[in-house]
């Protein structure tokens, strides 16, 4: 996989693995779709959450996390009025951190380095803590909201796992973000132990949490 990339902003994180639609409605999100299609091959982009933002005009800008996840785009959905992108659905592969970005053009086009996915020093012992913590979490979001949080059979791998749970739960941006910025799987999967245990203690103080989405997942890819 190449190591320069044009960039999608986006409004959430995107996690190796994660299956996910994403609108397109500025200018800069447009061109990296036309460009990429024009270009042929293979249609991949690094897509980064936004950490605040304004407009101007018809140029959008904003303030980028420094590490995101690179992306296939699957599938584009098509404005009938103006042939323009409107959603794109992405298909996360692989961590980077950017290392320099090139604004001069009409988007961000980044130099990253790939994030290695390293199991850390006992993944194996953390995922059963977490994948135990973690079916506690969905039966209680079931029991208050629905359609719940409905569980299949959960990957072995403990990285992938991480990234999976990472996805499901509903967090705010910060909190995605620090995740997809951990440095192995054992560090991310303490992290959601600590995440389940203090929505888990909300919950039984005040059940009320909104319905939860279900998510798209595909098997990952370190390329």
């Not at 790939?114 to 993944?123: E, F, N, R, S, Y």
């Not at 909104?210 to 890819?221: E, F, G, K, N, R």
């Amino acid at each position: 996989m190449d190591s320069r990339l044009p960039l999608l902003t986006v409004d959430t994180v995107i996690f190796p693995g994660l299956v996910l639609a994403i609108p397109v409605t500025d200018v800069q999100g447009r061109a990296v779709i036309r460009d990429l299609v024009e270009n042929g091959g293979e249609l991949v982009c690094g897509a980064l959450a936004v950490r605040d933002g304004y407009e101007l005009g018809e140029r959008v800008f904003r303030s980028l996390y420094g590490t995101g996840c690179a992306a296939t785009i699957s599938e584009i959905t098509l404005d009938p009025d103006d042939d323009g992108p409107v959603e794109v659905t992405l298909t996360g592969n692989r961590r980077f951190k950017v290392a320099e970005l090139d604004g001069t053009g009409d988007y961000l086009v980044a130099d990253v380095e790939w994030l290695d996915d390293d199991l850390g020093d006992d993944p194996l012992t953390t995922a059963l803590v977490a994948v135990k913590r973690f079916r506690k979490y969905a039966e209680a979001v079931s029991e208050i909201s629905r359609p719940g949080l409905h569980l299949g059979e959960l990957p072995d791998d403990p990285g992938t796992l991480s990234y999976l749970m990472s996805a499901a739960m509903k967090l705010m941006t910060p909190e995605r973000q620090k995740l997809l910025e951990a440095p192995d799987a054992t560090d991310r999967l303490t992290q959601l132990v600590g995440l389940i245990d203090s929505e888990l203690a909300a919950i039984a103080a005040l059940p009320s949490l909104p319905a939860i989405d279900l998510i798209t997942w595909s098997a990952l890819s370190p390329n």
